[in-house]
């Protein structure tokens, strides 16, 4: 056997609290012939098994399994996987507790986000930085602001060649430990795309059009679209420096997206891809974890369950927030429940701002969590009122976003008043969220 895996079992029979259980380890690798290896804080089981031939399974093969008890190891694991099928690869984290596992299909997100960078730093600046830090870098992603051309969003994206080399680079850029340009910069999984069928995506004929100039109105775009073929775009809408550009039949749209793609409208390169649909009627209630109230449900214009008519805001329900610049699918459904605080257990003090967004169910704590991930000021509020003809006192709330870097401000205030200032404040950051 190995040095590396008898090194890999005795550590961790000592880490188990008895040399009965590694010997149980010693005794899975000799009867399956994998070999077990421990680095940087997980175990690797096999990867590949004993007489594998070809390249490793693809993406879409991997499971996350959690809350595996701290005293279960791999001798019995991988008799309970196996049941599935044949393991490529077992990795086990040394952190894992609890009493129930959870099993669900595993991401296998190779990409990263990275926030508070320095707006003045290019893209070869960035990714020959994070190629210092961290192995298995392929491509990093930045986009233009929105106002200035020549500086970037204060974010970038960092693609890595695998799910494993993205995790060892999140985890070797943690917070404080790394500081490039002198700055602190924030680490987190970029949030993956949205993922249509390809029967659908055949079916679009609505493209996407990004890195527009703040300026270019929607009767440029329409013209500049146009030139390639007279009277195919049906439509445009723009909304801040990105836009959607409809037409009439999909085969227009397809050449459009050739021809289009890296051209220069009002001095900015634009880029162009084809649209993802979004379900019209889910897409903000995936956003808010399925859990909206029947009040906030009225509030967005979702339609009402007795008469089956739609309210609106002037702009349609269905825009989906575009998170850095991505679209961002929603997040899994969190359970909402009160947990009894026991004698003596331990409290850890966070930032909001290091959770997930499925923790918020509120508009107002999203558009928060929003601006802060954008590098922008907190939203603020300002209150409006006015009488109805039968004496009731309505309110509406407006909007300022103000970017940091560049003393930029945007401000938004939906078309409805309501009775109570909760419910016009978060209609408020509803339909800011919808039109950033």
Request: hydrophobic share 35%; net charge neutral.
């Amino acid at each position: 056997m190995h040095e590396e895996n008898k090194a890999a079992a005795n550590g961790c029979g000592k880490i188990r609290s008895g040399a009965q259980n590694g010997a149980a380890l010693l005794a899975l690798m000799e009867k399956t012939g994998y070999s077990m290896v421990q680095q940087n804080g997980q175990r690797k089981f096999g990867g590949p098994p004993p007489g594998w031939e070809g390249p490793p399974p693809p993406r879409g093969c991997e499971v996350f399994v959690g809350k595996i008890p701290r005293d279960m190891y791999e001798d019995e694991l991988v008799p309970v996987f196996e049941r599935a099928g044949k393991i490529y690869e077992l990795r086990l984290m040394m952190e894992f507790s609890g009493k129930f596992i959870g099993v669900c299909v595993s991401l296998d997100n190779c990409r990263l986000f990275i926030g508070a960078i320095p707006k003045d730093k290019k893209k070869e600046e960035i990714l020959n930085e994070m190629k210092k830090v961290t192995e298995g870098v392929v491509d990093v992603i930045v986009y233009p602001n929105a106002t200035d051309k020549t500086k970037n969003r204060g974010f970038a994206f960092v693609e890595y060649e695998s799910h494993r080399a993205a995790a060892m680079a999140r985890r070797r850029l943690i917070p404080g430990t790394f500081q490039p340009w002198g700055h602190t910069i924030q680490v987190d999984w970029a949030d993956p795309e949205k993922v249509v069928d390809e029967e659908t995506m055949q079916r679009v004929k609505v493209l996407y059009v990004r890195n527009l100039m703040m300026s270019t109105t929607e009767d440029k775009i329409k013209a500049e679209f146009n030139k390639f073929k007279p009277g195919v775009v049906e439509r445009v809408k723009k909304l801040r420096d990105y836009a959607f550009v409809h037409f009439f039949h999909r085969e227009d749209a397809v050449a459009a997206m050739s021809v289009m793609n890296g051209k220069c409208i009002d001095g900015a390169s634009i880029e162009v891809t084809l649209a993802k649909p979004v379900n019209k009627e889910s897409s903000w209630k995936q956003h808010f974890n399925g859990q909206i109230s029947p009040s906030s449900e009225n509030l967005l214009g979702f339609p009402n369950k007795e008469d089956g008519t739609q309210k609106s805001l002037g702009k349609p329900a269905s825009l989906s927030v575009r998170l850095n610049g991505q679209h961002t699918p929603g997040p899994p459904e969190v359970e909402r429940s009160t947990y009894p605080i026991f004698p003596g257990i331990k409290l850890t003090p966070i930032s909001m701002y290091s959770l997930k967004l499925s923790h918020f169910s509120s508009a107002v704590m999203h558009l928060d969590y929003f601006c802060h991930k954008n590098s922008w000021a907190p939203p603020e509020y300002c209150l409006y009122s006015t009488t109805s003809q039968d004496g009731k006192i309505l309110l509406v709330y407006k909007v300022l976003i103000s970017s940091i870097a560049d003393d930029s401000q945007s401000y938004f205030m939906p078309e409805k008043l309501c009775t109570t200032v909760e419910d016009a404040k978060e209609l408020a950051a509803q339909f800011t969220l919808l039109h950033l």
